[in-house]
Each structure stands twice: as C-alpha cells, then as structure tokens.
C-alpha cells in the first residue's frame, strides 16, 4: 500500500512551474494542459442569450484541481484534473481530467492532455472521450487549444477546438485582468453567438500579511509552561514563547506543551542548557531537537472562566432541487463560547439571512425532508443557528474524543461524539463520528417528534506534509437522509490563516463537489474573531448531507499536533 501511496504524494507536492498562475477556467470551456497557481479560488460565470453557467474551483495542491459548474443539461457537475506531469525543459506537461462527473453522461468528457510554452504561448493538445459513464471511455477525439497571454499576465487570447461532451463548435477567448481578484472578457461560438464572461479569483499571495496571534501562556504548578496553538501555522515558534518563560527544573530540563483550547497536544522536554546556548545565538533549533523528548501532554491548568466572541459571514450557493438551477443564501453568524473548564465549552450562536434565492426552490418531496425545506429556514430574518455543549479529552495517550448535545445546527438538534486514534509522532489518524439527531422546526427551538435519525462515519486522515497544514480525508457511513455513501477530501491550510477544502462526495445519485474558502478577516477592536466563507456544494438536497458542526476533532488535535511542532521546527526561537 505505502508503494501505491508514495508516488501519488509525490505527484501531488510536486514544485510548481514558473507561470502557471493563468486565467481560471469558465464554466464552459474546454481544458487545458496547465493549472493556474496554488491555492487560487475562483467564482466564474458565462452570460448569453440562452441564460447563465456558473462554475467554481479550487487549486488546493499544484498538481490538483476540482471545478463544481452547470453544464448545458445538468445542474451539477465536477471536474477533476491531475497534473500528472510539469512542463519543462525534459518533455512538456501532462494532465488527466474526469469531467461531468455527477451529471447526465451525455456531458461527460475524459481528457488525456499534452502542454508545451513557447514564449508567451500555450499549446494544449490531447484526446478527449465523450459520452460514456466510465473513466476514459466513450467516442474518442482529438481537442486543443492555444492560448497566448504577455508576460504581465493581464491579458488572454484562447482559441479552443474539438468534441468535449455535448460542445464540439470552436470557440474563441478574449480576457482582460484589470485587477488582481478580477477577470473580464467575452466569447464567441457560432452555436451560443457572443458570451459575456467574468470570474472573481483569490489567491494567497494577493492576500494582506497580517501577524500571527499571539499564544496564551499559562504557568503549571510543576514548572511546565503551556502555551495555547488554536490559531498557529508555525506551533513551534510558539512554543519557543514558552521556553523563554520557562524556569528549570530540578533534573537541569525546561518543560513546555501545547494544547488547543483545553486539548492537550505534544509536551516537550528540553536541556536547559542546549537552549540556554541557542537563545545566546550560540546553538541552533537542531541541536536543542537532538536532546529533545517528546510525550504526550497532561491536562493543561484551568485559567478560569473565559468567554470569546466570533462573527462570520458565509456565501452558500449551488446546484438546487431539480429544476431550481442554482441558488445562494448569504448569512451572517454571532457567536458566543463560554469555556469554564479545560476541555468544556458552551456554544450559542444567532444567523441573519441576509440574501437568499431559497424561493427558487422546488417544493420538497420526502414527508420528511433532509435539507430540502431550506426556504422555511431562510425566510426567517434571525434565528438561533446552535446551542450547544461539548466537551473533549484524551482518555488515552493516541486517543482523543469529543461529545457534544444540544442544537448542533439549524435543522439538526440531538447528540453524539467524535473519536479520533492518531499515534504520536504518526502522519495518519482513523476517526469515527456518531449522532442521533432531530429535525429542527423552522425559527424555533423545538424539535420534530418522530424526525429521529443517527448519522455516523469512519474516517481515514493522512498528511500530505509534515507540518500538517495539507490532509486527505477518506470516509464512508451513513448520511442525514439513511442513504450511505463516501466522501474523498482535501483540506490545506496557507500560511495566514486562508483554508481550502475540496471534496467529492458519492452516493447513489452520483458524485458532487464540494468547495469550501475560509478567509479569517482578524480581530474586531481585540472583541471578536471574525472570518468570511465561501461554500459551493448542491443546496436544498435530501441525499448525500452530513451535520454541519462548527467545530471537529480534527480541529482540536491537529494545531497542537506533532506535524505543526516537528514542521515548523527551525522557527523555534523565531522566523
């Protein structure tokens, strides 16, 4: 298995080719053999006399693309690129597409492609198998496409050919980029006539830098100093923090630990004098590590009652019901956690609608629908979004486990746990969730009688890298609805805070996208945290849905992690 998993990770981390941060694909173009940069989110949208097409993607990993979009027949399809290979001087690029997934199969469309750059050109050229179920199968033709683009980047001219699922016209491409977040243009194809086109793009390095929390140090009775990593890509120069507070203790070692928020993460235990001669600049972080001793951390001290504020505002939007096309709800969150204890919190949060096409909708079908009665819910203005309890611990050394009661989300109240068993100083952790849950009356505290469901599943997690900031989840259980299924997921964190997640989620109907942007917008006068989200996945469906939980395990273990202490290492005693 690991000689199976190797070589697609190396895939996967691969270095990124010079330029390839082009324009982002529009919902109904043709493929190319090149990706634009990592970490580049986009929001895309063609207008022409027969309607609109809206498309949205992700770049997670260099190597790694997921598109969810509209096709011409059905509402909801994704894309799956794979560079294969980088272009260089050795042979040009490679990449492999699924495309359609999820969608009628008359609009599925395989791509097998070759890339070469010559100057400012870019040759794509390949096989594309149309119309078939299964991956690369299908009526096999040829499809290719040049693009030009100058060295600044802020122009395009595409020029795209040959049979790519229901589309087989040439098509033309004008873009301008007149901003960073922005691109405009227009089409032409001799069947839609002149397409108007324009994408919204994110990209981390576009993104202001803004300093990193600072930890919460906390003095034990024995010595140990511990510092809270909630927040931190680089743990181990927070821990370094604590090392400059620590005092020796009596064996002649200084003692520091992470935890998140109450969690308790990786303790370390370092000779007083290998740090003494690093922090005179006369030693280094490697050789404080090659005395360093690693256990699992005891519960952190209590540091009495505190109570945090957060706001948040989210853009949902996807394909709907059938028939409904896409849809968008926009809300904003007000949430409140009370933490008395270590390990103990209280949640309650309030949500506004603040715009929604939730009345596009179809009327539900089930005499008990899963979320496809979300226009009961959005035409309320304000509403409480949860109310919860949780708790968390490590009753053993590699186990952690979270349990949780009360309104877990808008339409769900109920309970249940989280366990997840992680070794140490291991790259792969197996989780397991459960909870048996009520339907939530609209606008209401109350619970539906007789709505009663469980819901539940076993996870598979890896890190891509060591500091933990890129993980591939695989699961499989049974959704909200009691229809089973699996879901395949990425998330990555860059440094900042931005977090993307893609995932592909099979069912009976097929598999979907789903796309998730978080981008923390800082402190509010030092009051409340605040972030902004994205979310493109199918809305107002009855298959295929899990809870909606603010707050997983997976967020408790991994900031205070061995990954993020081991990966940020040679920052321990500053960038």
Not at 459 to 477: C, F, H, N, Q, V
Request: net charge neutral; glycine share 12%.
């Amino acid at each position: 298995m690991r000689r199976l998993l190797l070589p697609l990770v190396s895939c996967l981390t691969s270095p990124q080719p010079a330029g390839a941060d082009g324009f982002v694909p529009l919902p109904a173009s043709r493929p190319e053999a090149f990706l634009p940069g990592t970490g580049t989110a986009w929001l895309a949208t063609e207008q022409d006399r027969y309607g609109t097409l809206t498309g949205a993607g992700l770049i997670p990993l260099q190597s790694l693309g997921l598109t969810a979009r509209q096709g011409l027949i059905s509402d909801s399809l994704a894309d799956l690129a794979l560079r294969l290979r980088a272009d260089g001087e050795d042979g040009p690029a490679v990449l492999l597409g699924l495309n359609g997934l999820g969608g009628d199969e008359r609009e599925r469309a395989d791509t097998m492609l070759l890339g070469w750059r010559i100057g400012p050109v870019q040759l794509s050229a390949g096989t594309s198998w149309s119309g078939a179920a299964a991956p690369l199968h299908g009526r096999p033709a040829p499809i290719g496409q040049a693009r030009w683009t100058p060295a600044d980047g802020s122009l395009t001219l595409a020029v795209q050919a040959g049979r790519y699922g229901l589309e087989t016209r040439p098509r033309i491409d004008a873009g301008w980029r007149p901003l960073p977040w922005l691109e405009i243009g227009s089409a032409w194809q001799s069947d839609r006539g002149l397409v108007a086109t324009m994408a919204l793009r994110l990209h981390p390095e576009a993104l202001p830098v803004r300093p990193p929390p600072r930890p919460v140090l906390t003095r034990g009775n024995d010595g140990t100093v511990w510092a809270e990593l909630s927040r931190s890509e680089s743990a181990a120069t927070d821990l370094g923090l604590a090392l400059r507070q620590a005092q020796p203790q009596a064996d002649g070692t200084i003692v520091v630990a992470g935890h998140t928020l109450g969690l308790p993460g990786v303790g370390l235990r370092l000779l007083d004098a290998d740090v003494a001669r690093a922090l005179k600049h006369e030693g280094s972080p490697a050789e404080i590590g090659r005395h360093a001793r690693l256990s699992q951390a005891p519960l952190p001290p209590s540091t009495g009652r505190r109570l945090d504020f957060d706001l948040s505002s989210r853009l949902a939007l996807g394909p709907g019901s059938d028939g409904s096309g896409w849809i968008y709800r926009w809300t904003a969150d007000a949430g409140a956690h009370l933490r008395p204890l270590p390990g103990l919190q209280l949640s309650a949060a309030l949500r506004g609608t603040l715009d929604d096409t939730a009345w596009l909708l179809q009327p539900p079908q089930r005499e008990q629908p899963v979320r496809s009665d979300l226009d009961a819910y959005a035409t309320h203005p304000v509403s409480l979004s949860r109310a919860l309890v949780q708790g968390w611990g490590r009753p053993l050394a590699d186990m952690a486990v979270l349990v949780e009661a009360g309104h877990l989300e808008e339409m769900y109240g109920g309970a249940g746990g989280e366990l997840e068993w992680r070794p140490l100083t291991a790259r792969w952790a197996v989780g397991l969730d459960a909870h048996h849950v009520w339907k939530r009356r609209p606008g209401s505290w109350r619970l539906v009688r007789g709505s009663d469901r469980t819901t539940g599943a076993l996870a598979l997690r890896w890190d891509l890298d060591r500091r933990s900031l890129s993980r591939i989840e695989l699961s499989g259980g049974r959704f909200l609805g009691g229809d089973w299924g699996g879901e395949l997921r990425l998330d990555r964190h860059f440094t900042g805070g931005l977090r993307l997640a893609a995932g592909l989620t099979a069912t009976a109907e097929g598999p979907a996208a789903r796309l998730t942007v978080t981008l923390p917008l800082g402190s509010l006068a030092g009051l409340a945290d605040s972030w902004a989200e994205l979310r493109v996945e199918p809305l107002a469906r009855d298959r295929g849905q899990r809870l909606d939980r603010p707050l997983s395990l997976p967020d408790l273990t991994t900031p205070a992690g061995y990954g993020r202490i081991a990966g940020s290492w040679n920052r321990l005693l500053g960038p």
